[in-house]
């Protein structure tokens, strides 16, 4: 024949049909919002560094809490910028921590938002690093017992998930023998299990108050050049009783995350993290970038490669997006003109 009898075209001419053969489909159920909150009253302080997204008193985080479950988002992250910090981080696991004041005041007001904690240290230490130090390293197990002991903390206060980001060796296993022991068995474990010590957390640390008062997280977070080695701290942290399993950053690590989803069954999660949500801000700020079709593309890749859940400081815009829409595929996914 004089023209290949396969036209791709055929199933790109109109709306409707790129809407029935749409592979990849993005929903306000498979995001989740981060949120820091801070001791006070009445306190929305923005944080420059992440236009659009402030430190929140417990008081006051109900209002945006109530705001995002009216677009359409029910999960939560929570991070804490505690009163005051010690070699120890024994904010983390107080029991009047900022974390659990938050959680409580949030579960009192609101039971259907699904609250999840970060669980580490780094936010509470003087030293700023995720873990207890001893002689200028990080003592691995001594800080997993204080990582499992937050955890057991917020649960008690009524998170209905953990999340530990530490990257101590064994801390879900830690974790998972606290829980059980004090009546948590149906309290999930979200790992960062691919967490790598990325150029990318620079607008988080400015957030979360966390930048390391010495050295870095090398010896702890993984090697940007490294893949492999995910597999096999994904498979460690499966095989201690984590559920859920993420990839942190998620926009340079799409190889990563797509191996992971391709190894395992439990669901996968992806971190859309500070410096690729200013990167963009920044971007759109400017007019070089259209803001919307940019994170609609950007997440619908994470999801492409293989995340059922994509923790991202757009969950908000995202979810009004498309509901506003109603999934159409000329208005989510306008092409510019060039």
Same mark, same amino acid.
């Given at each position: 024949m004089g023209f290949p009898?396969?036209?791709?075209?055929? /199933?790109? @001419? @109109?709306?409707?049909?790129?809407?029935?053969?749409?592979?990849?489909? /993005? $929903?306000?159920?498979?995001?989740?919002?981060?949120?820091?909150?801070?001791?006070? $009253?009445?306190?929305?302080?923005?944080?420059?560094?992440m236009p659009g997204n402030y430190h929140w008193s417990p008081d @006051?985080?109900?209002?945006?809490?109530?705001?995002?479950?009216?677009?359409?988002? @029910?999960?939560?992250?929570?991070?804490? /910028?505690?009163?005051?910090?010690?070699?120890?981080?024994?904010?983390?696991?107080?029991g009047d921590g900022i974390v659990q004041q938050a959680l409580r005041a949030v579960k009192s007001r609101f039971p259907e938002a699904y609250t999840i904690t970060d669980v580490c240290l780094c936010e509470y230490t003087d030293h700023g690093h995720c873990g207890i130090i001893r002689d200028g390293y990080v003592d691995n197990d001594a800080s997993r017992g204080l990582i499992a002991r937050t955890a057991l903390s917020h649960a008690e206060a009524g998170a209905d998930m953990v999340a530990p980001s530490d990257m101590m060796d064994g801390r879900v296993g830690a974790i998972r023998e606290a829980l059980d022991a004090h009546g948590f068995q149906q309290t999930p474990i979200m790992a960062y299990s691919a967490k790598y010590a990325s150029a990318y957390y620079g607008?988080?640390?400015e957030a979360a108050h966390s930048a390391p008062q010495f050295g870095d997280r090398r010896t702890y977070q993984m090697d940007p050049a490294n893949g492999r080695e995910a597999l096999h701290e994904v498979a460690l942290d499966l095989s201690e009783g984590a559920d859920i399993v993420m990839v942190k950053p998620a926009l340079a690590y799409l190889d990563i995350l797509w191996r992971v989803r391709q190894a395992v069954n439990v669901p996968v999660a992806c971190y859309n993290v500070s410096g690729e949500f200013s990167m963009i801000k920044a971007a759109a700020a400017r007019g070089w970038i259209n803001e919307r079709q940019t994170v609609l593309e950007t997440l619908t890749g994470m999801r492409r490669a293989g995340a059922d859940l994509i923790l991202t400081y757009f969950a908000r815009d995202v979810a009004r997006w498309l509901r506003e829409e109603s999934g159409s595929a000329a208005a989510l996914y306008p092409v510019p003109g060039d």
């Open positions: 009898i396969q036209r791709p075209r055929r /199933l790109r @001419s @109109s709306d409707t049909i790129r809407r029935l053969v749409r592979e990849t489909r /993005l $929903h306000a159920d498979d995001l989740i919002y981060p949120l820091f909150v801070m001791p006070g $009253h009445g306190v929305q302080s923005p944080i420059e560094a @006051s985080v109900l209002f945006e809490i109530e705001a995002a479950l009216k677009d359409g988002v @029910s999960a939560f992250l929570f991070f804490g /910028l505690p009163e005051s910090k010690d070699a120890v981080g024994s904010g983390a696991y107080a607008p988080f640390r």
